[in-house]
Structures are given as structure tokens and as C-alpha cells.
């Protein structure tokens, strides 16, 4: 079941596509990847206009979003949920990183 915030990211990204871009995109990563075509700039600039009208995902939710929008085919997708676990990086204070001794 796919979760509500990857869907909405999802909605936002599709009109956006570019499959002009795509191929060339692909071809750079070895094809190992398909590719919505949105270039970077203005991925970045689409992912901070879903931010400001969403807002970030409640930290509890943050591995399962993370991990389904990795699961997606398209890479911009999996560089989102990087995105995603940068900001919530910045927004945790020391106290709230535990830390795990091997």
C-alpha cells in the first residue's frame, strides 16, 4: 500500500515530466535508471514548493517514505528521499540522534 505523502510527491512530480530529458539522463547513469526528465534545478525548486505547502513527514513515517520512494523506478525519486532524510537531519537536535555501539 503505498503511503499517502509518496503519492502527493508523486502528483506533484508528473506534470513536470520532461521525456525529451529522460533519455539522455538515463543514457548518463548507463541506463541503469529511467527518468522522469526533470533536471535537478528544477527538481530542487519542485521539491521546496511541495515542502512549503506539505511540510515534512512525521519523523515516524520518514523510513517507510524513504524506503518506498527508493522502491520507485524513477531516480529522482530515490534522490527525494535523500532530500527528505537531509532535512530531517537538519531539523533533529544532538539529543535526539541515538547513537549505537557495535
Known sequence: MSN?????????FAPHTN????????????NLFPYLGIKSPQRNALFRSFIATNGLPEYSQLAE??????????????????????????????????????
Open 65 to 102: 517514505i524513504v524506503k518506498e520512494l527508493w522502491e520507485l523506478p524513477e531516480r529522482e525519486f530515490q534522490y527525494i528521499a535523500i532530500d527528505l532524510v537531509g532535512k530531517w537531519v537538519k531539523k533533529l537536535q544532538v539529543e535526539d540522534i541515538r547513537l549505537v555501539r557495535i
Open 19 to 30: 521525456p525529451y530529458n529522460a533519455p539522455a539522463m538515463s543514457k548518463y547513469m548507463r
Open 4 to 12: 499517502i505523502y509518496v503519492l502527493q510527491l508523486q502528483e506533484h
